[in-house]
Antibody, heavy 121, light 103 residues
């Protein structure tokens, strides 16, 4: 069964770049879309963006105003998130997840366990 | 942009009772609706996709229904492990969640 694991710094300074990596195990990254989703403490879920395994298809949440990029490395079965110019509003648990789709609907499964990133000086 | 509104925000239910959760979309999403369960300190767990298809290993007491703009998640007989927060999702939008708590 496919498993996902987030990794990266748990503390980032304001105005700097948040960088996380998701490693996919027990399955291939090929032929799927891969997403990042975050959850501020005590709040709901916010979709950040996704990437196709080939790297040529991406989509991002417009509310992040061009601060976000996602890349993929199929040779390592990994994909990564960069979020620039972070503020305290970016403090959240960050999840990676596989996006599955059919012609008329999509969903996210499985999810990584999540990693808390705190933005603070 | 689609907005998903879940109601109620909190649902108090006794074990063994039926729970009905609602998710309303601001515009038609067809059958493009999924439901997730989240317990404290855990990632969301997929329950339902395509509005009514149960995910693998999900107990039959969980069922989803609806289409277009009105959707329902029903838990037929609440078990202790079902007390959690439930989210609906359509495309890249999530609802704000419904917390199911013990009455």
């Amino acid at each position: 069964q496919v498993q996902l694991q987030e990794s990266g710094p748990g503390l980032v300074k304001p105005s700097e770049t948040l960088s996380l990596t998701c490693t996919v195990s027990a399955g291939s990254i090929n032929n799927y879309y891969w997403s990042w989703i975050r959850q501020p403490p005590g709040k709901g879920l916010e979709w950040i963006g996704y990437i196709y395994y080939t790297g040529n298809i991406t989509k991002f949440n417009s509310s992040l105003k061009g601060r976000v990029s996602i890349s993929v490395d199929p040779s390592k079965n990994q994909f990564s998130l960069n979020l620039t110019s972070v503020t305290s509003a970016d403090t959240a648990v960050y999840y990676c997840a596989r996006r599955l789709r059919r012609p008329t609907f999509s969903w996210f499964a499985p999810w990584g366990r999540g990693t808390l990133v705190t933005v603070s000086s | 942009e689609i907005v998903l509104t879940q109601s109620p925000a909190t649902l108090s239910v006794s074990p063994g009772e039926r729970a009905t959760l609602s998710c309303r979309a601001s515009q038609s999403v067809g059958n493009n609706l999924a439901w997730y369960q989240q317990k404290p300190g855990q990632p969301p767990r997929l329950l339902i996709y395509g509005a009514s298809t149960r995910a693998t290993t999900i107990p039959v007491r969980f069922s989803g229904s609806g289409s277009e703009t009105e959707f329902t998640l029903t838990i037929s007989s609440l078990q202790s492990e079902d007390f959690a927060v439930y989210y609906c999702q359509a495309s890249e939008t999530f609802g704000q969640g419904t917390k199911v708590e013990i009455k």
